[in-house]
């Protein structure tokens, strides 16, 4: 059921906190300066967060409501934050878990999934965003037999949904990867790569015309009632109508709370390989790699021939990491990379970061509205890019009175349920996450 808040000002219970490492990011050319939010705003529609989903309603919205002015408020710098800070792969097909043993369910998410892909193409190409775009699909891997047994489910529910894809053996994958680590992957073609911080940086300079950004502007109090108040600490903004696109953060204003669970993964990416590098390695160039379980290795290796590589996850109810704790983490990361590419041994890492995923226990998603000019999309379950972006437009059509077959598939969606307290959560989910440690060998 949708979850109410209470009428009046509210304080945002936790803001943004990120570190400098995003290599996705750094690699860019530095950006424009941000425009603050400051002083007294007013707008007919207010967006909060500017991931995929966020920058995909503020879209809409500006398309569907021409004369409007609509507000897009994002607490760091677009690109930098959460949604460039992921591997980078605009995922089409369902995974296992997502289906909750539904077809139905499964052809839903397809529809959904595609429709966010296409839509994140059309934006590619038609405003020219270099992010390194392409659609080469990528590996998903397995290394022992539970691993393998997974791929056979994937592989039934993939051939169950008329879809493409092609099994590959681990002589095979070593030729293409670079690597003996991997027994069986299965390879799909929808998946798309990119760039996530470029990606995202490009939608948002090429918004439209009534659409206004405001970065570096974490909103710390939130008023609720005949209209939306949002304050910053450099000024307000007073709308009609609002949208929640603020995925982990989203319990911090008083929305799923108790139903999010927030983990902190950890990357590091590389220089660009040398040639003699590019020849130790061999393989295929600009590919991605996913586990088929919930452990394991997500690896990139980009088009400007970096490798990108993931390998560690911390429970964080507030999506936060230590310098400290991220200092020992990239020792880890580090070592399991060089252990997985031993040619790379003279590779130089150049930058590690956190970035967050969040889930609900039910593999759930949250489309709703909380109040009658108040909605709310998140908890993407850890397929941002095409689910949000699908999601963000479908949210602004639907709180516009529109409808339509995707809108229906998205409705149909069930929403999270309810966790245990803390501190048992956070037990509970640190527990997990050393067994799926343990068991990590397995992909």
Known sequence: MPQSLETGRRKVGYLPRYDDGNGWYNILTAPAAARELSGAQRADWLVIGGGYAGL????????????????????????RATAGRNAGMAIDHPFLSETNGSLERAHRILRLHRAGIAMLDCHVKTLAIDCQWSGRGKYQVAVGDKARLALDHTAKLLTDLGMAFDRVDGPTL???LGTTSYQAAIYTPGTHLMNPAALTRGLSVNLPPNVELFENSPITHLTTGSSIMAETPGGTVRATRAILATDGFTPAFGVLAGRIINIISFAVLTEPLTVAQQARLGGDRDWGV???GRAGATIRRTQDERIWYRTAFRYSRDMTCSPDRLRQYRVKVTASFHKRFPQLGDVRIAHAYSGGLSFSQNNEPFFSRVEPNLFAVACQNAIGIAKGTIHGALMAEWASGGASPLIDDVLAYGTPSKLPPEPFLGWGVTARLAAVRFTGHQE
């Open 56 to 79: 995909s309603a503020a879209r809409r919205l500006g398309e569907l409501h021409p004369q409007d002015r609509i507000v897009l408020v994002e607490a760091d710098r677009v690109g």
């Open 174 to 176: 070593e030729k293409r």
């Open 290 to 292: 996913h586990p088929v």
